[in-house]
């Protein structure tokens, strides 16, 4: 019996919006020529893997790469541990810089909108009873 290599609904190439995995991974499936899929069938399967929901942060995933980390870090000499957390500990406090900074820009241009607003309704804007 004649198969045909289809991808596995996990292949990387199955869902472009998903993570590309490392290895491939296909299943073989029966070719049955007396039976072909009617392009409504095939529709109907396409709409449903699009509408199926699906993320490309999986629990899963991230519990692996968690894992391959953990034992990366392990694997390091004492001064190699030092260097990562010296490193993690500056590349932390930049985000939070850049938070804090991103903070502060908003609060800024909410002020700075309030008291054109105020300057516009109290300066600009003439007075009714006073025409």
């Given at each position: 019996m004649r198969r045909r290599l289809t991808p596995h609904p996990l292949h990387p190439l199955s869902y472009p919006s998903r993570v590309a995995y490392q290895h491939l991974v296909w299943r073989a499936e029966p070719m049955n020529p007396e039976n072909p899929r009617d392009p409504s069938r095939r529709l109907?399967?396409?709409?449903?893997?699009?509408?199926?929901p699906s993320s490309p942060f999986s629990s899963e995933a991230i519990k692996g790469l968690l894992t391959k980390i953990q034992t990366w870090y392990q694997g390091l000499s004492n001064t190699g541990k030092l260097v990562v957390a010296g490193v993690s500990v500056v590349i932390g406090f930049g985000f939070l810089n850049l938070f804090l900074r991103?903070?502060?820009?908003?609060?800024?241009?909410?002020?700075?909108?309030?008291?054109l607003y105020l300057g516009y309704k109290f300066l600009i804007e003439s007075d009714p009873s006073q025409n």
């Open positions: 109907r399967e396409s709409e449903e893997q699009l509408n199926r991103l903070v502060t820009t908003l609060i800024t241009l909410a002020v700075l909108g309030g008291a």
